[in-house]
């Protein structure tokens, strides 16, 4: 449990630093970002643009990672207990309240929401409007 959590924490600093020696690569002016159809580009001739994509790709490998790695524990069946007075009738299962998932895929600037119930779907909308206004947002600040 804790190498994981240690590689969740890894992986998000490690993408956190890579997105800011990318962001000082292109402050710096060795770095240039472009808009390709949707799909953001980055190009960098220096040392901190290279540190940067292998640290944003290393963060989003460790992330995984700790993710992949996560058990599900088995469902077990109860042992049947030995009946020694006449058989019951055994009594319905409880049925577990189903997970309530949802999320938010973004395609370039186009967010694809999905969700299980309405009230995670709304949520995930409401995500998926916050980040396609950053990503406009951001690639309107690069491109001035």
């Known amino acids: ?4 959590s240690a590689l969740r924490w890894l992986g998000v600093a490690g993408i956190v630093g890579g997105a800011a020696l ?3 690569s292109l ?25 940067g994509i292998v640290l944003l790709f290393a963060g989003i490998a460790g992330t995984m990672l700790s993710f992949a790695t996560t058990r599900i524990p088995a469902m077990e069946e109860p042992a049947a207990a030995p009946s020694q007075a006449a058989p019951q009738a055994p009594a319905p299962p409880v049925a577990a309240p189903a997970p309530r998932l949802g999320g938010v895929v973004m395609l370039g ?36």
């Open 22 to 24: 990318i962001a000082a």
């Open 109 to 144: 600037p186009i967010p694809i929401v999905y969700g299980s119930d309405a009230g995670i779907t709304k949520w995930m909308i409401a995500l998926g409007v916050v980040l396609l206004a950053l990503t406009v947002a951001v690639w309107l600040i690069l491109l001035h």
């Open 27 to 51: 402050a710096t002016g060795e770095g240039h970002a472009y808009l390709v159809l949707i799909f953001p580009v980055f190009t960098s001739t220096g040392v901190l643009g290279l540190l």
């Open 1 to 4: 449990m804790r190498t994981r």
